[in-house]
């Protein structure tokens, strides 16, 4: 089992509602990614981090901002959530520093809004 | 946009049947790789196929490369019930890392 956790694993809530979701992992990688994915779908890559104070976005434009103050944190904010922002979000953590390695995932935030 | 492409999209047999799963993609890579992701939860790294390399094996998975045909599979042999689960290959290009949409494999007792 990965050492990372995410925080809520369900969540439901009205639009217009601030929401962060938490991810943390234990495992000291500088490597941490979130991706959204929708029932059935493949994943796509909304924020990715490579270090402590390194946020980059990804392949998918996404109304979410990022921080990542420590190695072992990388929570993810939205603002105002509406209901095109329900979808499954899944933090993963990777131990290389560039691209090539195994991704370590979190159990997923499903995420509702109404 | 996805690189790999899985094929069959769901695949159902019964246990103790052998399952194969393709992954096909466009561009060059440095690795391919398998995941496995039961329903509602995250995904969990399976193996990692190097360009460089033709098959590999872990345990039940046996996984092959073609890289002149950029393709791969994943053969999952003696299937279980709790073999049931979603299967997405994963393609790395130097800075670039693309999930598909997966084969969602159905294993009967």
């Known amino acids: 089992e990965a050492d990372i956790y995410q925080t809520p694993r369900y969540l439901v809530i009205g639009t217009g509602k601030k929401i962060t979701l938490e991810c943390s992992q234990t495992m000291g990688h500088d490597k941490m990614y979130w991706y959204q994915q929708d029932p059935g779908m493949e994943l796509h890559l909304i924020h990715y981090?490579?270090?402590?104070?390194?946020?980059e976005k990804g392949d998918l434009s996404s109304e979410s901002t990022v921080s990542r103050i420590r190695t072992e944190h990388f929570p993810l904010t939205l603002e105002s959530a509406r209901p095109s922002h329900t979808s499954q979000y899944l933090c993963?953590?990777?131990?290389?520093?560039?691209?090539?390695?195994?991704?370590?995932f979190g159990e997923g935030s499903r995420l509702t809004v109404l | 946009s996805q690189q790999g492409e899985e094929d069959p999209q769901a695949l159902s047999i019964q246990e103790g049947e052998n399952a194969t799963m393709n992954c096909s993609y466009k561009?060059?890579?440095?690795?391919l790789q398998w995941y496995r992701q039961n329903s509602g939860r995250g995904l969990v790294h399976l193996i990692l196929?190097?360009?460089?390399?033709r098959e590999k094996h872990s345990g039940r998975l046996r996984v092959t490369l073609d890289t002149s045909k950029k393709s791969s599979s994943l053969l999952i042999t003696a299937s279980r019930a709790a073999d049931t689960a979603s299967y997405f290959c994963a393609t790395v290009n130097n800075n670039d890392m693309r999930f598909g949409a997966g084969t969602r494999l159905t294993v009967k007792p």
């Open positions: 981090s490579y270090g402590v104070n390194s946020t």
């Open positions: 196929i190097r360009s460089n390399e």
């Open positions: 561009t060059s890579i440095n690795n």
């Open positions: 993963a953590s990777s131990v290389a520093v560039g691209w090539g390695g195994e991704l370590f």
